[in-house]
């Protein structure tokens, strides 16, 4: 790889290598879609002739164009890039950019991945590095942020590595009983099936990296435990890697209890999204409570993604930031009214003080002279 850069015109000249024509129509896909891709999601201009790149744009932009251009290109060693991961490299070069001064200084995870029987997961951008090596270090992990940010499928995927690498002995996933707009009484069998459906992320990134057959037989024996968090009451979990998911649905006194059955030896992943709670009205959750809690205690670790980190179609950032947006405002809005109806309330409490503080109009009495 050689690059010229003048920075002045903010313009990167650089090679790619080794020159093979079959990679390089990999890189930039029929008629060049993956290209224009590129320039429309970055904001930058790219001309290519053969292996020989030229990216205009803003610095940052530029930086993230090359780096991005090298990664697919590195992929397209091991097979052929699709759309998709283009669009997953493009999420990680939005991450990379906000975080340039960060990694200038040293402060990069370099090359995390996930070892599973059946695949290599590879975490995309800073956060879902940080959150991995997070994982590894802590015993108490907690990943909060919007779907598709790959919070729940990386937990599961460090649980089966640490289960394969014998460092526990059982993977536990547990999710609280609360509906999302349905009711769980409809549903056919016990409260653990009755949660099944709700677990189906977990089932499907489990039979990806051990196969169906697999988890069915660690099922069975155990190994793998699908639990309603009910259940996890006057239990002590020892050696254990622990999930609970959807963990914005707990209340405070169930997010207590889970959080002090960790035993030793175990590892505990909390996933959630405190903008999608289930819970009755006036029902605080306990995900939003435990992060005023343990703010400040020290051997636990927090990860939070936002909206650039969601790794799945284009438009569900764009539809989490639209969400984000919307709220803020609408939460200004009832900031306004609430000041509003405050000054009203003191204009009419300030009226009725000055009444009653009127002096009585006293009624003159005849007198003889």
Not at 58 to 72: F, I, Q
Not at 220 to 232: G, V
Request: glycine fraction near 8%.
């Amino acid at each position: 790889m050689s690059h010229q850069s003048q920075q002045a015109n903010r313009i990167l000249n650089m090679t790619l290598e080794p020159a093979d024509p079959q990679r390089l129509a990999s890189l930039t896909g029929q008629r060049d879609e993956h290209l224009k891709l590129i320039e429309s999601r970055l904001g930058v201009t790219l001309r290519n002739r053969g292996n020989d790149f030229q990216i205009a744009g803003p610095a940052a932009a530029v930086k993230a164009t090359a780096n991005v251009l090298e990664h697919l290109y590195r992929e397209t060693g091991a097979g052929e890039v699709d759309a998709e991961t283009v669009h997953l490299f493009l999420q990680e070069s939005g991450v990379e950019a906000l975080v340039e001064a960060a990694e200038d200084q040293g402060a990069t995870y370099g090359d995390v991945v996930i070892r599973t029987p059946k695949v290599l997961v590879r975490p995309r951008g800073f956060n879902q590095q940080g959150y991995v090596t997070e994982m590894r270090n802590h015993d108490i992990n907690f990943g909060i942020g919007p779907a598709g940010t790959g919070k729940t499928y990386l937990a599961v995927a460090a649980a089966v590595e640490a289960l394969n690498n014998n460092e526990v002995r059982r993977i536990l996933l547990v999710r609280p009983a609360v509906e999302a707009g349905e009711k769980l009484g409809f549903l056919p069998g016990d409260l653990a099936q009755k949660i099944d459906p709700y677990l189906r992320p977990l089932y499907d990134a489990l039979y990806e990296m051990l196969g169906f057959e697999h988890v069915n037989k660690m099922i069975e024996r155990q190994i793998i435990e699908i639990a309603p968090l009910a259940y996890m009451r006057g239990r002590t979990l020892n050696n254990a890697y622990i999930i609970l998911d959807e963990s914005q649905n707990t209340t405070r006194e169930q997010m207590k209890m889970f959080l002090t059955r960790i035993g030793f030896g175990s590892t505990a992943v909390i996933t959630g999204d405190v903008s999608q709670v289930d819970l009755p009205r006036g029902t605080q959750s306990g995900l939003a409570h435990v992060m005023e809690v343990l703010k400040d205690t020290p051997g636990i670790s927090i990860t939070r993604f936002l909206a650039k980190d969601v790794v799945r179609h284009p438009l569900v950032q764009r539809i989490v930031e639209a969400y984000d947006t919307f709220e803020a405002a609408e939460e200004q809005q009832e900031g306004e009214r609430r000041e509003q109806r405050q000054a009203e309330r003191e204009a009419r409490m300030a009226a009725l003080n000055a009444q009653s503080n009127v002096p009585p109009v006293s009624t003159p009495t005849g007198g003889s002279q």
